[in-house]
């Protein structure tokens, strides 16, 4: 997967943002200016107000375009505060790489909260244990990776909620549901709104947590803000 940061010219962009945090903090009617920093989904959304033909994300035959990008985060974000989501929570990514995954960390960031990806052929009592230490109870995934969501749970995941944007209906997927656990599918996620409201994240509010194999071989979370 090959991400598009920046529709026309680097460096042009990195003045934008400059000037764009310059801006906030002068013009900030509030008087704080910390809540205006612009975030890498602000510059997506940036991005797509400006160029929203370009293209954003290349996956394989597929692309999409940064108003692609920006509307399925959108519309990602409103599933996530639906399902309760709020500010500094945690959203596993437990996808291969893909478009959707790129999708999944933007529309987890809108949502304000700290995305955590996970390696989708890394044992299920790893994921578990990542699951189970940094609170994942909503797991953005996939079907590749159906045959193991009983098994985390099992393992003791405190999964309450999968977001799976590769299946229509959820009946399809039969007993790979964890008992107790809600579906969210693309179907739901097409009626979702594309231009909803968005979390305010500041520059030292979570953006990640990627984990390391760790000295004593338990994984361990290194946090990065935005």
């Known amino acids: 997967v090959v991400v598009s940061f920046d529709p026309t010219d680097t460096v042009e962009l990195a003045a934008t943002k400059k000037e764009a945090i310059v801006h906030a903090f002068k013009h900030n009617a509030d008087g704080d200016g910390w809540h205006f920093l612009v975030g ?3 510059n997506v959304a940036a991005a797509a107000e400006s160029d929203p033909a370009a293209t954003a994300v290349v996956d394989g035959d597929r692309t999409l375009t940064y108003d692609d990008l920006e509307a399925d985060a959108n519309r ?14 945690r959203v596993g990514i437990y996808l291969e790489k893909s478009a959707e995954a790129v999708v999944a960390l933007y529309g987890a960031m809108k949502a304000g909260a700290a995305y ?30 159906a045959s193991r969501w009983v098994e985390l749970h099992k393992h003791g995941a405190p999964l309450r909620h999968l977001v799976v944007p590769d299946v229509v209906e959820a009946g399809v997927l039969g007993d790979a549901v964890p008992s107790g656990v809600e579906v969210t599918t693309a179907a739901d996620l097409a009626e979702a709104p594309a231009d909803g409201p968005v979390a305010r994240t500041i520059g030292r509010d979570l953006a990640y947590i990627l984990y390391t194999s760790g000295s004593t071989g338990r994984p361990k979370g290194v946090m990065l803000s935005h």
């Open 40 to 42: 890498s989904e602000k």
């Open 76 to 89: 990602l974000c409103a599933v996530l505060r639906a399902g309760g989501v709020r500010k500094g929570d």
């Open 116 to 145: 955590v990806p996970l390696d989708a052929n890394a044992p299920p009592a790893r994921i578990a244990y990542i699951a189970a230490d940094c609170g994942l109870s909503t797991l953005v995934t996939g079907s590749e990776v």
